[in-house]
Nanobody, 123 residues
Framework: QVQLVESGGGLVQAGDSLRLSCAVS????????TGWFRRAPGKEREFVAA???????YYADSVKGRFTISRDNAKNMVYLQMNSLKPEDTAVYYC?????????????????WGQGTQVTVSS
């Protein structure tokens, strides 16, 4: 069973930075693709960023140039560095993993999910 645990959320001001972390259990982590999704109040869950097993990265247009996804296979960790945060980035952020190893933008492609971490950006 693969488990994901996010951390690093919090309350920040517009323009600040945060780094989210996701610890992934399992000995085959390096074969997974991992992604970050978010759900804002009253909205559908949306794709934020993903990294494939080969290291290819994908971003939503709304975060491109501000957010960076990375992974450390030695530590079974995934990170989301978020810079120049905006109030519209306020959401619960979820880490996800898929065994296909493909950095998909579709939440349906991910079998494993964390419990989420709240990010609140004040104006």
């Amino acid at each position: 069973q693969v488990q994901l645990v996010e951390s690093g959320g919090g309350l920040v001001q517009a323009g600040d930075s945060l780094r989210l972390s996701c610890a992934v259990s399992g000995r085959t982590f390096r074969s997974y693709a991992t992604g970050w999704f978010r759900r804002a109040p009253g909205k559908e869950r949306e794709f934020v960023a993903a990294v494939s097993r080969t290291g290819s990265r994908y971003y939503a247009d709304s975060v491109k140039g501000r957010f960076t996804i990375s992974r450390d296979n030695a530590k079974n960790m995934v990170y989301l560095q978020m810079n120049s945060l905006k109030p519209e980035d306020t959401a619960v952020y979820y880490c996800a993993a898929n065994r296909l190893g493909i950095g998909s933008r579709s939440s349906g492609e991910y079998e494993y999910w964390g419990q989420g971490t709240q990010v609140t950006v004040s104006s």
